[in-house]
């Protein structure tokens, strides 16, 4: 006979929103499934209308001829490559100006003899050995995002990303911490705990009020397994957290770790807060990256547009509507130039663009100012020696800590080899602020300083080659995403959303995916179908 429904949907709610506060999103979404509430991927994410390319053939349909149109686009970043290169498919006459020297925009990879001059005038120049790498700017691809058809259509091969790994480390000194523990440990002890606490307070009934009695029975058959508790429902530690001998031969069963801390010590480390991380839509294992560098990407875009058509060097000093299309001015080696085209997609970062003298209007113009850049920075360490693969078995991943470092990344290439570049640091908001007010070398020796706490001596003595990435302080960009309160379709960024006269907007900061090349694209595709259906009504 069913059981009467004790529990309503709103204390359901309420009840899995507390799971949530106590364990993390991965407690919460796995107390879901138990439960039969787990949403399925049909639900994962809202599609956006399907892009349809412009074709030459559009044009013949409709009994036209000659050239579709002469559009100028301003950055050679992601959204501005992807709109020359979708227009330069449909036989539009592009240009793109480029103020750096590079294509790619915040797509960047710095190789050994790269040198780069920050907005204050110091330069650095990357001493890394042939093969090695640092991705300064995007480094991971989601196996659902559109950046990943750009890289089968233009032919970049690419390698899997580790993003989670369970060998990787959390150390948090800040909060009492006094060792790393990997990242399986602190699960097994955060998630053994939130389960026998479920599991104490479904027993002693005080979940009567929020779940059914068979709710209460699958609930507890889930909190057993995911915990690995024991029959009378408290956690232990299992091997879940790891061993100090690693199961062998015969007669080598293996140790499994001791020293099992207390709930109070567990939570008050803060271990937990990092494990949503790997849940996100956006950062959920497979992911990628390409072979060789992200910048394998810009590369490839820019050999489909023709580099005829892009001019780097080129910083653009001027945008003017005028009545029959756009006139752009721009400097390259000391002189100044003049494009005139039909139509011109802006895609530089907007604080910058705000700074571009324009007759777009005041009301494009408050709507520039309002979207604020955001920091962060890395530093590449190169190594003499794999030893965090050698002695730590870490192949890949990200270790964690509360202190300024923020992450530290391991290479998802070149495992088992000789060398090997970690990012040393990648961090955001005030600590990014704290490294760019340093200068390399003092940089450095603060992050190596850090990593020696985690990782001993070799973190030091091992350390080959290094390079420094604050974007706060690179030219033309000064910035490494977006600030946009109420997100690019809140009413202050409406003038960013059509075109004014006959300029359009691009860049990752209209999307819903700021700081990711799949954003910059969505945005760059979207004026592209809109300019294109301009063009053939005209």
Known sequence: MAQPQHGSGTSRRAFLRNVGLTGGAGAMFATMGALGLAPTAAYAAEKEAPFQA??????TLQGRSGRPAEVVVIGAGIAGLTCAYELGKAGYDCTVLEARDRVGGRNLTVRGGDSLTDINGV???????KGQYMNAGPARLAQWMVTLDYCRELGVPIEVFTNSNAS?????PGRGMTAPVRYRTAKADVYGYVSELLSKATNAGALDG?????????????????????????????????FTVDPG????????????????EVFASNVGRYFSFEFGYDQAMLMFQPVGGMDRIPEAFARAIGQERIRTGAAVTDINNTGDGVRVSYTQHGRTRVVRADYCVATLAPHLLARTPHNLGSEVQTALLAVKPSYASKIGLEYRSRWWEKDFRIFGGITETDMDLDHIWYPSYGHLGDRGLIIGYYNT??????????????????????GVMIHGDKYRTELAASFSHQWKLVPHLEGAWHSMPGGPDAPAYAPLNKPQGNVYFAGDYLSYLDAWQHGAISSARKVVSELHQRVLAS
């Open 249 to 264: 031969a015969s007669g080598t069963p293996g140790d499994e770790l001791g020293g099992v801390p207390s709930l109070s």
């Open 54 to 59: 412009p074709r030459r053939s559009d044009f």
């Open 429 to 450: 908001g005030a600590h990014s602020e704290v490294y760019s007010a340093l200068t390399p070398a003092e940089r450095l020796e603060r992050a190596v300083a850090q």
């Open 168 to 172: 990787a480390l959390i150390y948090n």
């Open 210 to 242: 929020e779940l059914t009695a068979d709710d209460k029975e699958r609930l507890l058959t889930f909190l057993k397994s995911y915990g690995s508790l024991g029959a009378d429902y408290t956690y232990a530690g299992t091997e879940h957290r790891g």
């Open 123 to 129: 330069e650095q120049t990357a001493r890394f050995s």
